[in-house]
């Protein structure tokens, strides 16, 4: 009953909702509260990143956090702090990420897709064609952006949209060729915002057995060149037994303070 209820509180639009957005962040939620202490390093990595992009801006109007999600890896009190307001971007944000910063008078929830492709790709795009996919426009008219974080986003671009698609027949080449273009995009985009672009993002899922030999590695950029990353890092997302009793699935992620 209480999970009901968070659920029909937390703003997530139809589509999103459709696709499984909110469940998944329900997902996430509790994951955090079986394994969340093997995340304390990939956390403190994350606020690194995100304080090195601080200290690049010369201003400190506004700064959006794309992915805010439950805000587990967002330095929210500093950027509080320190930012005149706090923009926390996310398709999807549920009770529980509310409870975290309704105490901060400068952090506002902003409810938008990032990719401006969801609600296209709800409405079944013909498979026989390839997706256009739009470089967003989002964010780009607003001047006052100092700073923008893209905080663990990147990978999940394509995840729950090729979920949706595969239910309705959608082939291994159609969404592939989705993946490329919108996680491509997002790039683009954050290429195109004022301001300073922190990154950080998981590029491979690696499997590895109970001696920590890595067993198996799958790349997760879908052929999207990324440069020389500032500093790497490995999550260690779900360490044995919580997804597997014989293996960890571990994420290497890579951050930039200021994506080139
Ligand atoms: C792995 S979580 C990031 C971790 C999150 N910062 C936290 O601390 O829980 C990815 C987040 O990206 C959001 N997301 C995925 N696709 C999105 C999209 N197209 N537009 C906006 N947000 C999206 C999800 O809703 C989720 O909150």
């Known amino acids: 009953m209480f999970l009901f209820l968070n659920k029909m509180r937390a703003v997530c639009p139809k589509a999103a909702r459709a696709m499984g957005y909110l469940d998944e962040a329900t997902g996430i939620e509790g994951r955090f509260r079986r394994v969340g202490a093997a995340w304390k390093e990939h956390i403190e990595h994350c606020h690194k990143i995100i304080q090195q992009g601080m200290a690049n801006c010369s201003g400190h109007r506004t700064v959006a956090v794309l992915g805010a999600g439950l805000i587990h890896d967002v330095p929210l009190k500093e950027l509080s702090e320190r930012f005149q307001k706090?923009?926390?971007v996310d398709i999807c944000h549920p009770v529980a990420s509310r409870k975290q910063?309704?105490?901060y008078p400068n952090v506002e929830e902003y409810v938008a897709d990032v990719t401006?492709?969801?609600e296209l790709l709800y409405k079944l795009p013909n498979p026989e064609q390839p997706f256009h996919c739009p470089i967003p426009h989002l964010l780009r008219d607003?001047?006052?952006l100092d700073l923008t974080i893209s905080i663990n986003l990147f990978s999940q671009l394509p995840c729950m949209p090729m979920n949706f698609l595969k239910k309705?027949?959608?082939g291994r080449p159609w969404m592939e060729d989705f993946a490329h273009k919108v996680m491509q995009r997002h790039v683009d985009w954050l290429r195109l915002l004022p301001g300073i672009k922190v990154l950080i993002t998981d590029i491979e899922r690696q499997m590895l057995d109970q001696t920590n030999r890595i067993i198996e590695r799958l790349d997760l950029t879908y052929g999207v060149s990324l440069p020389l990353a500032d500093t790497e890092w490995i999550w260690k997302l779900a360490p044995i037994p919580e997804v597997s009793r014989e293996y960890h699935y571990?994420?290497?992620v890579v951050g930039y303070s200021n994506l080139p």
């Open 168 to 170: 309705w027949g959608y």
């Open 101 to 103: 910063y309704s105490h």
């Open 250 to 252: 571990f994420r290497k």
């Open 142 to 144: 607003r001047e006052d």
């Open 86 to 88: 706090v923009l926390l």
């Open 116 to 118: 401006e492709s969801i």
